[in-house]
Every structure is written in C-alpha cells, then in structure tokens.
C-alpha cells in the first residue's frame, strides 16, 4: 500500500465540474502491476423481486464495489449520479432542458455501470491508490515533500545580490501556490521572516507581490 500511495497519478485524472476523476482502466492496470492477484466484486440486491447491482437508497440507486489487494478487501459505495453529480431516481424525472424541452432521466445501464467502475476506483484509493485526490491534494505526500524541500532549500540563505533576491521572491510564490494550510502558510512566514524583511527593504515592488501572492493563497483556502 505504501508504493501506491507514493505513486503521482496527475497525468491520468480527469476534471469535471469541479472534481476530479481517475482513469478507471489505468487505475486497474496500476492495481494489477502491484498484485496480480487483484479482484473487484460488485455487491447484488433484491429490488421488486429482481437482482439488481445497486441498492434502493430512498429512490435513489447506489453501488457498492468491493476491490480486494495483497488479501485485504476494502469496500466503497457511490451513488448513481447524473452530468451534475446528482444522484438519478429510479423510477426517473422529467423536467426542463436549457431549450425549454421535456427531458427525462432515470437510472440505466450507463449510469449503473459509469457509477460501478468509478466506485472500484474509489476503492482502489482506500487501497492507497490516487487516495490524496480525494484529499483534495494536488501531489502525493511523497512528491509533496520533495517539492517543498526544494523550495526550501532555495529560500535557507538570505539573498544579496538582485538575482539572488528575485530567486527568493520567485521561490517563495512557487511555494505559496503549493500549500494546503493557511497555518502552513503562517509557519512558512515566520520560518523565512528575516528574508522577507530583507526583501521588503531592497524590492519593495517585489515584496508588494509576495504578499499579494500570500493573501491570494489564504483566500483560496478560505479555513
């Protein structure tokens, strides 16, 4: 588990309405090339008398996908959901298009299957793979650390020369874009306070920046 949490799975997400999707096969291949013996089962129930691969949530469908890796199953649930990630009745709904037309939408084959391998990969991340994406983290803690070391390691020596003051503000923008706390971005202050000072005294323009930049960074946060 521990390889598949380490492992940067950016070039194979995909966004959509504001989240983030992971290639359900590429995820599997990933799964399979750390256990071969890896197997995912998709949980029946009884509706009206019939097996159907998803359970009856007051009207609404959910699947439930069980992914076993190195002989532990981890199992994860999701619901039926439409383009908007709205969860879809059963029985269906009509309502208004963009266009003013009756449209009506209802749980199918699609949106079953779209909902069950989404959830497998979901369950693959319990497993340790792309979990940071459900984080809501950009890079995994692995990656995460090497990059803030190296912005670290720009940032330990106070800077002299012009060049060298801009490489400082530059590196301290590059940081700030990547943090995921604002107390992160309050401990980041301190830590390289006697730099900013120097910056603020020798570049004012450039310090302007670094605190737009910081400010930014806070609102984004928004804790």
């Not at 990969?121 to 994406?133: N, R, V």
């Not at 971005?185 to 930049?213: C, F, G, H, I, M």
């Amino acid at each position: 588990m521990s390889d598949l949490l380490k492992l940067n799975v950016n070039d194979h997400v995909e966004k959509k309405n504001g989240l983030s999707y992971l290639s359900w096969a590429w995820a599997w291949a990933e799964a399979l090339k750390a256990d071969p013996t890896a197997t995912f089962h998709v949980e029946s129930y009884e509706i009206d008398g019939q097996t159907q691969c998803y359970m009856d949530v007051n009207g609404t469908a959910m699947v439930w996908v069980r992914v076993t890796m190195f002989g532990k199953p981890m199992t994860c649930m999701l619901p039926v959901m439409n383009s908007k990630n709205e969860p879809i009745p059963i029985l269906g709904r009509t309502f208004k298009d963009k266009f003013g037309k009756d449209k009506t939408e209802k749980v199918d084959a699609f949106n079953v299957n779209s909902a069950i391998m989404r959830c497998m990969t979901k369950a693959l991340a319990l497993h340790g793979l792309g979990l940071y994406i459900y984080a809501g983290e950009d890079l995994p803690e692995e990656e995460e650390k090497k990059v803030e070391k190296k912005v670290e390691e720009k940032t330990t020596k106070a800077p002299k020369t012009d060049a060298d003051i801009e490489l400082f503000a530059k590196s301290v923008i590059e940081y700030v874009v990547l943090a995921k706390t604002q107390s992160g971005l309050k401990s980041y202050w301190v830590a390289n306070q006697e730099q900013l000072d120097e910056l603020k005294v020798k570049r004012p323009e450039l310090y302007a920046t670094v605190v737009e930049s910081f400010k930014a960074a806070k609102a984004a946060l928004g804790e």
